[in-house]
């Protein structure tokens, strides 16, 4: 080849090459290793449903997508590691409403959801009010309302962590009906549940990861949800006994959405997003999720587009939520003793 020849050849690899560049095209076989989705809580049931997703996902891409657990602050943490990641997609943030959406709402991060591009809806779990199955004071919900009517400050119950998403379901249908209960923190829900079975505590709110884990201990009193659970068949919803929970959609459910960070190239976020999305349509893995107790979040609905809608309907939401927890702080103080 003649050295004109290999001048041109040269020229044209160099354009090639930086018009790649250019086009946030810098990783033009991505993904080429595996990826890490950091998870915000940990381990439990809850983990193993983001390990059933990634591993199909890993399966569409080509390479392994592992759920790493790292806990700390109520999510923020993980949200951080995340933030301090490159934006090349090989780091997702399991993005679970505590961290995206009630910490930024407290003041407690520097980010806000609009911080992260987003990926998919992948699972949402209702909350459901649970009792010892062996304890026969209360065999529905009407029971446990009225007698902590009547005897205010005596029972005690636990959400997991003060002031999370569970606790606000709760603390909105006690205020609603005016039953002053004490609220018993725990940074892991599985220690409130273990202090429920030890008899310390009168009942406790789970999510239906963990009810699947207890269900041979515990019995339902009624699901806080406004629509029926397909992971609790039969079990009756607050609003069968004429309650109210104040929270509409998702707003009363724990979910979680699959980002990555803003300046991650869009080309990029567009292949995760078309591996989890096939993912998530999979009847397959649809129904391992749902057997596990939670469901997976329709693609047509918490898709990239609807993003920022569903987020912001949930901070409004969650804004007036505050006010129950509020009341059930200044209530409890009144019998402490």
């Not at 569409?60 to 999510?75: E, P, Y």
């Not at 591009?117 to 004071?137: E, Q």
């Not at 096939?278 to 693609?299: E, F, N, W």
Request: net charge negative.
């Amino acid at each position: 080849m003649s050295i004109k020849k290999i001048s041109i050849v040269a020229v044209l690899i160099s354009c090639l090459a930086v018009s790649g560049f250019a086009n946030g095209q810098g990783e033009t076989n991505f993904p080429d290793r595996p990826i890490q989705n950091i998870f915000p809580w940990g381990p439990g049931a809850t983990y193993a449903a983001s390990q059933v997703v990634a591993n199909a996902m890993g399966e569409n891409l080509g390479v392994n997508v592992s759920v790493t657990s790292t806990t700390g602050a109520s999510g923020v943490k993980a949200a951080m590691t995340v933030m301090s990641k490159p934006a090349d997609g090989y780091t997702i943030f399991d993005g679970y409403v505590a961290p995206l959406i009630l910490s930024p709402l407290f003041g407690k991060t520097d980010y806000t959801f609009e911080d992260f591009k987003p990926l998919y809806g992948v699972v949402s779990n209702a909350f459901t009010i649970v009792v010892c199955k062996d304890d026969d004071r209360f065999p529905d919900l009407t029971a446990l309302i009225e007698y902590a009517k009547a005897n205010p400050g005596v029972l005690s119950y636990s959400s997991g962590a003060d002031i999370s998403l569970p606790h606000m379901s709760s603390a909105s249908l006690l205020k609603s009906t005016g039953a002053v209960t004490r609220h018993v923190p725990y940074n892991d829900s599985n220690e409130g549940i273990k202090e429920l079975l030890a008899g310390e505590l009168d009942f406790n709110v789970m999510n239906s990861g963990g009810y699947n884990t207890y269900k041979d201990e515990v019995r339902i009193l009624a699901v806080l949800s406004d629509l029926p659970q397909p992971a609790f068949p039969g079990m009756p919803l607050v609003k069968d006994f004429g309650y109210s929970i104040g929270l509409d959609g998702l707003a009363a459910t724990g979910w979680t959405w699959w980002l990555v960070r803003k300046e991650t190239p869009d080309d990029v976020a567009e292949v995760l997003r078309a591996a989890l999305k096939k993912a998530l349509d999979d009847p397959k893995i649809q129904k391992q999720v749902s057997d596990m107790g939670y469901l997976p979040m329709p693609t047509d609905v918490y898709n990239p587009e609807n993003y920022i809608k569903e987020c912001t309907l949930m901070t409004e939401q969650l804004k007036s939520a505050l006010a129950a927890i509020e009341w059930e702080k200044a209530e409890i103080k009144k019998y402490n003793k």
